[in-house]
Each structure stands twice: as C-alpha cells, then as structure tokens.
C-alpha cells in the first residue's frame, strides 16, 4: 500500500545544530508539504513543493530549508535550531494538481530543541 | 502530536448520539474544504471533502455542510462511537494567487460510553 513515513520520530538536539528530518511518500504524489504543529495553532505551512527540483516558502519558511531531488523525498533541515522550532513537524503529499487534492499526512517528528 | 489540542474547545458527546462540530473560515476565495480527524500521536486523516459549488456532501457516518455566505463549515458525525474520540480541524484551500491552505486549530471530541 502506498504510505507517507517520517524519521525520526522522535529527535532531541540542542541549540545551533543542523537537523534533517526525511520525507518519503510511495503515492507518487508530485505535491509534497511540510508543517508544523504548535499549541493553540493550526498546522502552519513551512515549504512546499510542486515536483522536482520546485520549492516554495510558506507562511513560517524562516531557519527552514527544503530540497526536492526526486518525487519521493522532501527532507527538512533547521540549519541552526532554535528553541522556538520545538514543535511537531508533519509531512504531507498530495496529487495530480497543484495544490487543491487531498493532502496525505504522515505520522510526524517531534523534535526538541534544548 | 500528544500535546495538540490541550487547550481547544472541546465537545462531549454521549455513544450514539450525533455529534456536530463547526468551523469559520476565513478566505472568501477558498474554493475546496477538507475536515481532518488527528488522533493522539498521529498525524491528520481525511474525513471528507467538499468543494464550493456544492453546499452538502455525505460520506459513511458523515456529512459536511458548506455555508459560504457566512463562511461556516460543519461536520455531523451519526451514531458517534468511542473511535471517534479525536482532534477534528478543518482546513480551506484556495489556489487564487499561489497555493494556500489554512487549518483551523481543531475541536477535541470526546465520546462517553
């Protein structure tokens, strides 16, 4: 069955490290998101991507990167983690069209950053 | 994640009853409508779906009503059953001037046997 999975699950790191959590979706999906999770918000949009070699910022890209080499993975690095980015991070697919389909989440990353 | 939804507004229901749960958007220009069901520690899963030329869609056990003209969102969930215990939020996508999908910070329910 085609699935999203995230790793790690869980990631404790400390301040000012470079962190990378993967993304892999087997929908075949070209569309491919990244969001967090925070208290009393919504899921708020980090990047996004269209397809290979595409990638937009969202509404809170700022301390975030993301590549896109291929259809299947979109990894997420913090090139310096700050304690604000302490979070639940939820990767998510969806597809044929850009942007209005049903997105796929997968399970999420907590990280923590001390 | 465990810690989602500590402080949200919070429905309690009775087995077997129907249950209710709103949302106001927020975009005149959303176009497509999604209600997602989080359980703890997993990430969010499509309930159903409805696009803004229709103004009610059923699902199994589920219905969602679109009311553009005060932008208000409802999911009806029958015969609410224990599994049904979860974060529901629902999200409005609009594709008017680049992608853009906004998430509502959910309504805990809670089912009592």
């Known amino acids: 069955d085609a699935e999203i999975t995230q790793s790690p699950r869980h990631k404790i790191t400390e301040t000012g490290r470079q962190v990378t959590l993967a993304c892999h979706q087997t929908w075949n999906h070209n569309n491919m998101f990244w969001y967090r999770q925070d208290l009393g918000h919504g899921l708020r949009l980090i990047h996004y991507s269209y397809g290979v070699q595409d990638t937009n910022k969202g509404e809170v890209s700022d301390g975030y990167s993301v590549s896109r080499s291929n259809t299947e993975d979109l990894p997420l690095t913090l090139e310096s983690a700050a304690s604000s980015q302490t979070s639940v991070y939820f990767c998510a697919s969806s597809g044929p069209g850009q942007g209005i389909d049903t997105q796929y989440f997968g399970p999420g990353t907590r990280l923590t950053v001390l | 994640g465990e810690n989602v939804g500590l402080h949200l507004p919070t429905l309690s229901v009775q087995e077997g009853d129907n249950s209710i749960i709103n949302c106001a958007y927020s975009?005149?220009?959303?176009?497509?409508f999604i209600w997602y069901k989080q359980e703890s520690g997993k990430g969010p899963q499509f309930i159903i779906d409805i696009r803004s030329n229709m103004d009610k869609r059923q699902g199994q056990r589920v219905t969602v009503l679109l009311n553009k003209t005060v932008k208000h969102l409802s999911l009806q969930i029958a015969a609410t059953q224990p599994g049904d215990s979860a974060v529901y939020f629902c999200?409005?996508?609009?594709?008017?001037?680049?992608?853009?999908?906004?998430f509502g910070a959910g309504t805990r329910l809670f089912v009592k046997a």
């Open positions: 975009n005149s220009a959303s176009d497509y």
């Open positions: 999200a409005e996508s609009s594709n008017t001037g680049g992608f853009k999908t906004i």
